[in-house]
């Protein structure tokens, strides 16, 4: 009986080790994908001060650099229909695909700007938060204009 309790205080032990490793490991985890990520964006930052930013082209080529430096992902033929949609887009809906692009890259500067080497950590969640923020944004917009461009066609369908 003492030799099944201690055995049992054991593996209670040693599971609770793990699950505190395994823990621990998520947030150093999330931590260096942070920092990753901003030593990527560090490498496409220089481009900004050579940008054209009224050029809407010009605009979403970059931020869509950051956006794939961010996720860590290649580039696949849905991610390349979805920057293509977003490049054909026309009147209020690219205008507001610019204004967004413009505000979230002067968010990212001031935050390059702000931190100067400083914390890092911070600097690289504050950069994370803008992208995937902005990301969300834009993906909102160009749902609506596919299900514009979706009512459009099967209007012309029906009549």
Not at 78 to 100: C, K, N, P, Y
Request: net charge negative; glycine share 2%.
């Amino acid at each position: 009986m003492l030799r099944t309790a201690c055995c049992a205080a054991l593996v209670t032990w040693a599971f609770r080790d793990e699950e505190k490793a395994k823990a621990e490991y998520v947030v150093t985890k999330s931590k260096n994908d942070a920092l990753r990520c901003l030593v990527c964006l560090q490498r496409i930052y220089p481009e900004f001060s050579s940008l054209d930013t009224s050029n809407y082209g010009h605009l979403l080529t970059y931020f869509e650099k950051i956006w794939f430096s961010q996720v860590n992902v290649p580039s696949s033929r849905r991610h390349s229909i979805i920057w293509t949609f977003m490049s054909d887009l026309a009147g209020s809906q690219r205008e507001e695909v610019h204004a967004l692009l413009l505000n979230s890259l002067e968010k990212l500067h001031q935050t390059f700007l702000s931190f100067n080497g400083d914390e890092p950590l911070e600097k690289a969640l504050l950069v994370e938060d803008y992208v995937m923020k902005t990301t969300l944004k834009l993906l909102a917009i160009v749902e609506k204009a596919f299900a514009d461009a979706e009512g459009s066609r099967s209007q012309l369908n029906v009549q």
